[in-house]
């Protein structure tokens, strides 16, 4: 599920017919987890659950934590990161082009 630009993902608890939601692109740790019975439940309380977080984060005037930027900090190692720019370079494209491509090219498969 979407709303507001934070995704969810949801699982179903047999062993207590619920269903539990959690925030999946705001960082390390979810922003808000929620539970309802049925599906237009757990839409609404995911929905009043990023709505409360914002709020919360308004009258306490921080910044809330934003749903992923776009940017990446990766630690490839000296010999991978010497290799990927050498294929990036013969391909005529900058590192960072390179890497989106080949990560485009991984998640459309």
């Not at 999946?24 to 839409?43: C, H, L, M, R, W």
């Not at 990446?72 to 000296?78: M, Y």
Request: glycine share 8%; with cysteine; charged share 25%.
């Amino acid at each position: 599920m979407e709303y507001k630009g934070y995704t969810a993902t949801v699982e179903f608890d047999e062993s207590v017919g619920r269903l539990h939601g959690r925030v999946v692109n705001s960082g390390s740790y979810p922003i808000a987890t929620f539970e309802a019975t049925d599906v237009k439940g757990i839409q609404h309380e995911f929905h009043r659950s990023i709505d409360e977080y914002l709020e919360s984060c308004k009258e306490d005037g921080i910044e809330p934590r934003k749903p992923f930027s776009g940017k990446l900090n990766v630690r490839l190692g000296p010999t991978l990161h010497q290799r990927v720019a050498r294929s990036a370079a013969e391909s005529g494209l900058s590192l960072n082009s390179w890497i989106v491509q080949a990560l485009e090219k991984s998640v459309s498969q």
